[in-house]
């Protein structure tokens, strides 16, 4: 059965956020019409790679939208004169769900603006469900524009700062609202769940973000190198653990280092300043933002990935570094336990313990085929349940299901044979 849906984050797309464009895919390899959309136009420094290009290109913006006098006017008129109950219980939704203040009521005015905007074009484009990335503003301009068209929404919950601010965000309205909700872990299922009355828990699903693993298929046998190359991609924010992990470095005394960090962020500056410090013998590449061919070309050279965080979801990285049979270097935090195993995919240290760090990345240098025989086993653990395509399928299974009045169980099935 054919079923058109709308997609709807923040920013899309983004280098940082590639997993969200992975599963756009996979979903219309599984026969899901998706169009993108985006509150706002990403940065060129984000359409690293020919996959990014053309969906930025292919995406609506729903900003650049309601900044034109005529479009913003015309969809509150057709919205207000076809529907006005729904465009007043919208109007009240958006008042009632401002956490308060004089700046967060004219966001959520701006947040009802655009949710006209973006009701018209779900009318338009005939889609029959939106769905959306990250339960912050986004979302609350997807709740809106659910409110004024008719339209079921859904929702993927990712954490970790949406947790921080439960009831700025009101999620538990938008889980109440929501037809159903993907929780990207057993452990965002666990908050979704605290922030919801029981009644709601049947609609809290498990959706993995996902990886494919043929993209990482590298040989299990690696180059000997001079020096142990680790790699760090993501943010660069203290958040991140980066001051940690440069601390830590001169603690290994296995002898030369060097460490790539891929990406961008707000402490690049001082992250580099603090690397520039360092002994001599360990090296430091910052090479900002890499398309996905490249990160994952990057993961065939190195020896392991780490990455420190203090806060987390469940991050894609990991599961790349594990497709491409790379140990991994992590914190036991949020839903990172449910990923790795420590001993048996990489390690798992406290978070902000330096010297816990060290010690697990030298491990992983002094024993090289302890280090291969974990890499294994994560691109095992990745083939098993975080497939970027049989999740997919998963996600594909609830929009089908729940547009046929049904309820899948917690963890939908992956195989095409039981699609509704």
């Known amino acids: 059965m054919s079923l058109r849906i709308a997609y709807l984050t923040g920013e899309y797309p983004r280098a940082t956020d590639t997993f969200i464009q992975r599963e756009v895919t996979a979903l219309r390899a599984h026969g899901v019409e998706v169009e993108t959309c985006s509150i706002r136009r990403t940065g060129a420094e984000h359409h ?34 076809r529907h006005p ?21 004219l966001y959520q005015l701006i947040y009802f603006a655009e949710a006209a905007v973006l009701a018209q074009r779900l009318q338009d484009t005939g889609a029959k469900h939106l769905h959306n990335h990250i339960a912050k503003s986004s979302c609350t301009v997807a709740m809106l524009a659910s409110e004024l068209s008719g339209i079921p929404y859904s929702f993927t919950l990712h954490g970790p700062d949406i947790f921080f601010e439960p009831i700025h965000w009101r999620l538990d309205e938008k889980i109440k609202r929501a037809t159903f909700v993907a929780c990207i872990s057993e452990f965002c299922r666990s908050q979704a769940m605290a922030f919801s009355p029981p009644e709601h828990w049947q609609k809290l699903h498990i959706i993995h973000c996902g990886v494919d693993p043929a993209r990482y298929d590298y040989p299990t046998e690696r180059a000997k ?4 190359q680790l790699l760090f991609v993501g943010r660069i924010a203290a958040v991140k653990g980066l001051p940690i992990l440069l601390d830590a470095l001169p603690q290994i005394t296995t002898g030369p280092l060097a460490l790539a960090v891929i990406g961008d962020g707000p402490d690049r500056a001082l992250i580099e300043a603090q690397a520039r410090t360092l002994p001599p013998e360990i090296t430091v590449d910052f090479m900002g933002y890499r398309s996905q061919s490249d990160v994952a070309a990057m993961l065939g050279e190195v020896d392991m990935l780490v990455l420190p965080s203090f806060a987390e979801g469940v991050p894609v990285v990991l599961m790349e570094a594990m497709a491409a049979r790379l140990p991994v270097v992590t914190t036991r935090i949020a839903g990172i336990p449910e990923l790795i195993t420590d001993g048996t995919h ?10 816990a760090l060290a010690h697990a990345i030298a491990d992983l240098i002094d024993y090289p085929d302890k280090a291969a025989e974990m890499g294994r086993r994560g691109r095992e653990k990745v083939q ?30 992956n195989h095409p044979e039981a699609q509704p």
Do not use: C, M
């Open 346 to 355: 990489g390690h798992l240290v406290p978070p902000g313990d330096t010297t």
């Open 225 to 228: 190198r001079e020096k142990p």
């Open 85 to 105: 109950a729904r465009y007043l219980r919208a109007l009240r939704l958006a008042w009632k769900t401002s956490p308060g203040g004089i700046r967060a009521t």
């Open 48 to 81: 690293v790679g020919p996959e990014q290009q053309r969906e930025a290109a292919n995406t609506f913006h729903v900003l650049e939208a309601a900044k034109r006098p005529a479009t913003l006017l015309k969809a509150h008129a057709r919205a207000l004169t």
């Open 384 to 413: 098993a349940e975080f497939d970027s395509h049989a999740e997919a399928a998963r996600l594909a299974h609830l929009f089908h299901a729940y547009a046929q009045g049904k309820t899948p169980p917690k963890r939908p099935a």
